[in-house]
Each structure stands twice: as structure tokens, then as C-alpha cells.
């Protein structure tokens, strides 16, 4: 199951999150952080971050990289937003966060801040069939998102973010009802564009992500913000939203922070916040907006594994591929059979791995058996599965360590016939490890093979899903597929022995035209 962490670094917080990402299964979430640093004060007040705003942000980093490395991700992603695109010393602070927060840290633009929202949202409530405005109110800046039907059409990036506005306009505790004022008139200078381009009316739901969200939800449902999670995707009313806004206007801050649902530090910029909010849903003439817990972060997730960052570690490097690549060449095996067999291979290994729960390096070493396994056709068909252990197991293969190659070569030997057993002296040298990867990497290899039965081009691509206690093998193919499913069905028996699952191969429906 491969693992990502994602840093959002904002004008207002620093957020951490860390997940595991399996197809077909809701994220987990293995490590969750937020830290208030309101690194957007000192820029919009002077240009610049202080250096006194840049050490604490770099603790915080280095407090989270602690965590996110502890958990063995794959790929990490920090970003830094509005305060930082704004700020006069980005190389500085570029290269000390990045330091602290052991990966390089990239200032995005505003369009792709908003299309990592969107992503986080989708991600966590798709709404297909939809159209959909997604408002997210950040410490320096609010996105607005257009999509429709899960896609996104159009994104604004404004600088209506509640750190920036209370530095602005809020002058006073509480804030003199001028100073509401000129605010109020900005966000909707602000927001006029927007809703020229996107239109008033049409909206099928509105959802609103983002701390002051959350507050808002959280204050308006009376629960506490250590419990905000419970309320995602609780609907608010406008009308409810104005009553909080009128409540809190008149507040001075210790009111504020006395109201359920408010946390002491988004007391300080929680009247903003609620304004732009406010203003959101009057302009959009909107009837009421849904909370989602999702942000930044959870799109740099999804983000990241949909480009399938950290594959490349289960997969063997160029100079690899190269020279198993030739020596199939050498010993007469279809190059096009064995690539097709590695790639369905690599497919399963990945698919496969929260059942198997191996470390992604033994996905190489079946790529390369999967390339290698045919090779003692070239001494004899007869048995050659027990001479493509003798080849490879005495073979020099640059790229791999010698027991490395060993276990490549007991791949080959096991990839069909008899499982191992205690009497195969070979398999008792192994180490519990090491026994452990080559019998969860047999009936993979067994299975990528014979869904590659006929040798002929049939096979398409191949999808596998967990569903309901067994492993679904969905063949996309342009003909019949017959042999490849009683193939890969009669495999089956050494993954149920191995994996105590059963197999069924279907072919996949045919898309219409």
C-alpha cells in the first residue's frame, strides 16, 4: 500500500497529513497535523516573512518531517501558498522550509492551489452528476471552483484570505462597524468578477472547505472544534451564516472565543473569515453551502497517487530492464510475451499489496523473473521451468546483488508445477524473509503468466479488485479469452493455497461506442 505525506504550507496554518492509498478503498489516514504560525501576519504587514515567523515555520517542519518519515512514505509533496507568493524573500524561505521540511517546498500559483482543492474534495465527497461551487478560505487568499460532474471548469484565486483582511480593515475589537463596512465592500469588489464569468444561478450544491468552514459548521451545530471531523458535509444555511456573522461582529475577542465551535486563535480572525463567507453565498444567491473536511492537502494526496508516485521503486530502473531484457533476447524468449507478463505482473503487485504487505523492492525482483522465466526453454521445453532456475541462478546479471539473484532465479523455478516444500534444500536456505517474498510472489507471477496463456496480442490490460473476500481479475480484451481465464482460474489454486483467497476472472464488458 503505497504511502504519501503532503505539507500545505498557508498564510494562516501549517498542515501535515500522511496516507495510505489502496484502489478502490477510502484513504487512511495514518498521521493528521496542524500548526497556527500565522506566517501571513508579517508579509502583509512589511512585504516580507520575519525571521522570527521563518524559525517558527521551520520548527514546525522539521517537528512534522519527524513524523511523515517515521511512516515510510513514498512520495511527499509540500507546498506554500498566498503569503509566500506574495512575500519579497521566497529564496530564503524556499530553501530553510525545504531543509526543515526534508523535501523541497514549491510556491503554487493560485489555479493550482485551487485545483489541489478540488481534488482534496472530490476526492473525499464526488459529485457526479453535479454542479458544483467549491469556496475555500484560506489565511491570504479564497478559491473559488466551478465543476461539473466531478470535473473542474473554471477556478479563481482572490486575495480575500481572513489573515489579510483582519490586517486590512480590522482595526478595532471589536471591529467598528466602518471598518465591517469597507470590508465588506472589497470582498464583493473581489468577488464581482467571479460571478460575471460563472453566473448567479444554476448550482447544485455549494461546499465550503477550509478551518473557517470548519468553524462556521462547528459553531453553528454547537460542537466542539476537537470534534469538527463529525460534522463533515453538515449543511448550513445562508441564513444561518448571517446570524453567526451578525452575532460575532459585535463580539470583542474574549466573546469570541467563548462561542462553541470557535477555537481561541480562530477567534482572532473568525469575523473576516465568516464575512467573505457571507458574502459568497449572497452573491452566488445561494440557499446554503455543505462543510467538507477536505483541503490542500487531501488533494496533494489524491494528487499523488494518481500519477502513481513511488511505483518507479517497485520497478526495475532503465539499466535494469535493459539487461534482463537481453538476455531473454539471448536464451530465444518473446520479448513481447515477457514484457506482457511483467507488466500484468507489476499490476498484481501493486493491486495486491495490502495483502501481501511487501516492501516495494520485491516488485522488482518479480519484473524481472517475469521476464526471465521462460529462458530454460532454450535447454529443454521439458522441465523448463527447473532450467530457468539453473540459468539465471548462474548468470551474471549487472544491477543485481547475488541474493537478489537468487531469488530471481527461484521465481523462475516455481512459476509453475510444485509450490516450495521443506525437501527443496534451495528454499530451506532461504531466510524467513526471503521465504516469506518468494511464496507471496509466486502465484503473481503464476497468474500475470497464464493471463498471458496464447502468446497472442488478445490481452488488452488486465484491472484487479478486492471485492467481498476475493481477488476479481477484470480481462479488457479485443477477442475471445477462453484459454487465458481457465489459465488463470487453474493458477488460482497456488494464490487461494498462498493468499487463502479464491480468484475469479471476468471479462470486462465492452465500452460502447
Same mark, same amino acid.
Given at each position: ?27 487512511? #489516514? ?137 490586517? #486590512? ?238 531469488? #530471481? ?105
Amino acid at each position: 500500500m503505497p504511502r504519501y505525506a503532503a505539507i500545505d504550507i498557508g498564510s494562516n496554518s501549517i498542515r501535515m497529513e500522511a496516507a495510505e492509498v489502496v484502489p478502490g478503498q477510502p484513504v487512511r #489516514i495514518l498521521a493528521s497535523e496542524r500548526e497556527v504560525t500565522r506566517l501571513g501576519e508579517s508579509v502583509f504587514r512589511s512585504g516580507s516573512v520575519s525571521e522570527e515567523a521563518l524559525k517558527a515555520t521551520c520548527a514546525v517542519l522539521a517537528r512534522m518531517c519527524g513524523l511523515y518519515r517515521r511512516l515510510d512514505v513514498v512520495g511527499v509533496r509540500a507546498v506554500a501558498t498566498s503569503a509566500i507568493r506574495d512575500t519579497r524573500n521566497q529564496r530564503e524561505f524556499v530553501a530553510r522550509a525545504s531543509e526543515a521540511a526534508g523535501a523541497p517546498v514549491e510556491i503554487i500559483s493560485g489555479r493550482e492551489e485551487a485545483r489541489l482543492i478540488h481534488l482534496g474534495a472530490e476526492s473525499n465527497w464526488p459529485q457526479a452528476g453535479k454542479r458544483t461551487l467549491i469556496f475555500d478560505i484560506g489565511g491570504g487568499s479564497a478559491e473559488i471552483i466551478a465543476s461539473e460532474g466531478g470535473r473542474l471548469r473554471e477556478a479563481f484565486s482572490k486575495p480575500l484570505g481572513a489573515v489579510r483582511l483582519r490586517e #486590512i480593515f480590522l482595526k478595532d475589537d471589536p471591529p467598528a462597524q466602518r471598518q465591517l463596512h469597507q470590508m465588506q465592500e472589497y470582498i464583493r469588489e473581489k468577488l464581482a468578477s467571479a460571478v460575471a464569468k460563472l453566473g448567479r444561478t444554476g448550482w447544485d450544491r455549494a461546499i465550503a472547505t477550509s478551518a473557517t468552514a470548519a468553524a462556521v459548521a462547528s459553531a453553528v451545530a454547537r460542537v466542539q472544534r476537537a470534534k469538527r471531523d463529525e460534522i463533515d458535509r453538515l449543511r448550513v444555511s445562508t441564513s444561518q451564516v448571517r446570524r453567526l456573522y451578525e452575532r460575532i461582529a459585535e463580539l470583542n475577542l474574549v466573546g469570541r472565543r467563548a462561542v462553541t465551535g470557535i477555537g481561541p486563535r480562530r477567534a482572532e480572525i473568525i469575523v473576516p473569515g465568516v464575512a467573505v463567507l457571507l458574502e459568497f453565498l449572497s452573491e452566488f444567491h445561494l440557499p446554503a453551502v455543505f462543510y467538507s473536511r477536505a483541503g490542500v492537502r487531501d488533494g496533494i494526496i489524491a494528487d499523488l497517487a494518481a500519477r502513481n508516485v513511488g511505483a518507479e521503486l517497485s520497478r526495475l530502473d532503465r539499466e535494469q530492464r535493459r539487461e534482463v531484457e537481453e538476455m531473454s533476447r539471448r536464451y530465444g524468449v518473446s520479448l513481447e510475451h515477457a514484457r506482457k507478463v511483467a507488466n500484468i505482473s507489476s499490476l498484481l503487485f501493486t493491486a495486491l499489496q495490502p495483502l501481501h504487505e511487501l516492501p516495494p523492492a520485491s516488485g522488482k525482483l518479480l519484473e524481472a523473473a517475469a521476464y526471465l522465466h521462460d529462458v530454460g526453454h532454450f535447454v529443454s521445453n521439458i522441465g523448463h521451468h527447473k532450467h530457468s532456475y539453473y540459468v539465471v541462478a548462474n548468470s551474471d546479471i549487472a544491477g543485481f546483488t547475488e541474493r537478489e539473484r537468487t531469488l #530471481i532465479a527461484m521465481l523462475c523455478r516455481y512459476h509453475r508445477k510444485s509450490l516450495p516444500s521443506p525437501v527443496h534444500n534451495a528454499f530451506q536456505s532461504l531466510s524467513v524473509d526471503e521465504k516469506r517474498t518468494l511464496m507471496m510472489t509466486i502465484p503473481i507471477l503464476r497468474l500475470a503468466d497464464n493471463l498471458d496463456r496464447s502468446h497472442e496480442p488478445r490481452i488488452q490490460r488486465v484491472e484487479c479488485h478486492l471485492r467481498d473476500g476475493e481477488v476479481v481479475l477484470q480481462v479488457h480484451s479485443r477477442g475471445d479469452v477462453d484459454l487465458e481465464q481457465w489459465a488463470a482460474e487453474r493458477a488460482g489454486e497456488a494464490f487461494r493455497q498462498v493468499y487463502n483467497r479464491p480468484v475469479t476472472v471476468e471479462k470486462a464488458r465492452a465500452m460502447r461506442a
